[in-house]
């Protein structure tokens, strides 16, 4: 949230400045859900409902992210993706009572509270590769990698109902204090002078080859070197998104704006629109943007239905071409991503001239449009049309990598709705997997292969993620969750067999159709 200034006469005219802890005034469960009626935007934070009518459409990180978070307690949300200031302070503008939970009459504490746990186990997937380099070894493979995962993950979304909520959050506030006082919250400068000198190797190889080159070859190394620049700038992109760099929103804005739209070409204001819904309602199909990619993928059955995206404000349809797709989409989705970049572009051009409220959308599509410049120049100096294309796709489709490594996380894991009392820290490890490698090999990933516990807290820098896993593995043991860790293949496997399992109820479908209109032909003849 930015910074307000004379708060007095920059002050809603339905909202009154004053200290939450000396209002006096209760708002009960049902007076909350009458606000919600009368089309209030409300939310409940540490016990206290805030009302945020008029200043929705001005949330920096988008009113997309305001919106579903609208209704229920978001505490543990606004914490993790909020500097203290604001929730320590500027939330106060928009308080309008102290909330008053419906208690359960049998055991006197609040109707949300459980009081079971399960523990949790760490399990290894093995799968065994018969029948050579076929098709179908590959199948079976992902399909016996998702199977054991598949298991686990079912049970410990039935188990679930059975923890006790209160001591997830309680604990997940401990963890995150810890955290803070062993200084995992500061941001060491000194990775990104190293990430910096990688980032000018790169940058200065593509242009080399591409400028001094004579031979194609030479053109290609300078776009294979491109896509490298351009996958490893996004690891810093993604940090300014979550004011991670400097902590100050508007700084650490003009920084990701310079490298996302002036170097790579794509809006941050979209990026960061997206992805804090994104971190919100984590892999639920209507919500979140980052699995709804129809006609082409679909992570579970669940978009079978021609559901709405409230991100999108539109249905998703589930045509003959999305059935054509997700029918083979285990088999294409590297290729699928391998067109990633492409896409990127079109939803940042949709953002900055459809949306009515971006941030600074006159400084976004001058930098695109920088971009476009800079890009197009440096193609303009390749011999020919067939050089300069193959130059484009290259450059474009060998950021795969990064698409992968974003999708890996989410899409082999639940879709589940658990309702809005589940607890924000088990709701991010239900949702998301780690994935493990050697530590050499974390500046590949950019340091974001720890998902889970970037999630749980996602202004943590990305430096410091390794550091976290053995505190959130105790964590998980404390209260019963279960934490996802497979290395890259194990990770890909169950992706791919996730996608595998909804894929060959696409073809199951088409087999009942197929049968039916037979049957449906055969009477008619009768």
Not at 5 to 12: E, F, L, Y
Not at 218 to 244: E, I, K, P, R, S
Not at 502 to 522: F, G, P, Y
Request: glycine fraction near 6%; hydrophobic fraction near 40%; include cysteine.
């Amino acid at each position: 949230m930015k910074k307000i200034k004379n708060t007095q006469r920059q002050m809603p005219p339905n909202t009154e400045v004053q200290r939450t802890s000396s209002s006096g005034k209760f708002i009960t469960e049902e007076q909350f859900q009458e606000h919600i009626k009368q089309g209030d935007s409300v939310f409940i934070y540490d016990n206290k409902v805030y009302k945020v009518n008029n200043f929705k459409d001005k949330h920096p990180g988008g009113v997309a992210s305001i919106e579903c978070a609208l209704g229920r307690d978001v505490t543990d949300e606004i914490r993790s993706l909020h500097p203290p200031k604001v929730y320590q302070k500027m939330i106060n503008l928009y308080y309008i009572g102290d909330y008053l939970p419906k208690f359960d009459k049998n055991t006197g504490t609040p109707a949300t509270a459980s009081d079971a746990t399960n523990s949790t186990q760490k399990k290894q997937l093995e799968a065994t590769w018969q029948g050579g380099m076929s098709v179908k070894a590959f199948d079976d493979a992902i399909e016996e990698i998702y199977a054991q995962h598949s298991e686990g993950l079912q049970k410990q979304d039935a188990a679930q109902h059975q923890l006790d909520g209160l001591k997830i959050r309680l604990a997940h506030r401990r963890l995150e204090q810890e955290l803070i006082d062993r200084g995992m919250f500061k941001c060491n400068y000194w990775r990104y002078a190293k990430e910096a000198c990688r980032y000018v190797l790169l940058g200065y190889l593509a242009l080399w080859f591409t400028l001094g080159g004579t031979e194609t070859w030479h053109y290609m190394l300078g776009a294979v070197f491109m896509a490298c620049f351009w996958h490893q700038l996004v690891f810093t992109a993604h940090d300014a998104g979550h004011n991670g760099i400097t902590g100050n929103s508007n700084i650490d804005h003009i920084v990701g704006v310079l490298i996302a739209d002036f170097i790579g070409g794509l809006s941050l204001g979209w990026w960061k629109d997206n992805h804090n819904v994104h971190h919100i309602v984590t892999n639920h199909p209507e919500h979140d943007p980052d699995i709804q990619h129809l006609p082409f993928l679909a992570i579970t059955t669940k978009f079978f239905d021609n559901l709405f995206s409230t991100y999108y404000k539109r249905i998703l349809p589930f045509d003959a071409a999305s059935r054509f797709f997700v029918s083979h989409q285990h088999h294409l989705y590297y290729l699928i991503l391998s067109f990633g970049r492409f896409n990127l572009h079109r939803l940042s051009f949709a953002y900055l001239f459809l949306t009515p409220n971006v941030r600074t959308r006159k400084l976004e599509l001058t930098g695109i449009t920088f971009f476009f410049l800079w890009f197009g120049k440096l193609l303009s100096t390749l011999p020919n049309w067939k050089v300069r294309l193959a130059y484009v796709m290259v450059s474009y489709m060998l950021t795969f990598p990064l698409h992968v490594q974003i999708t890996l996380s989410h899409f082999g894991m639940s879709t589940e709705d658990m309702g809005p009392n589940e607890p924000f820290a088990a709701k991010m490890l239900r949702t998301t997997m780690d994935v493990d490698c050697p530590e050499w090999l974390d500046w590949f990933h950019g340091g974001l292969q720890y998902q889970a516990v970037h999630h749980l807290f996602p202004r943590l820098p990305r430096h410091n993620l390794r550091q976290c896993v053995p505190l959130v593995r105790q964590f998980c043991k404390e209260v019963g969750l279960h934490y996802y860790m497979y290395n890259f293949s194990t990770g890909n496997g169950v992706v791919l067999g996730g996608m595998k399992a909804v894929a060959d109820q696409v073809k199951l479908m088409n087999e009942v159709a197929k049968s039916n209109a037979d049957t449906w032909a055969q009477t008619k003849h009768l």
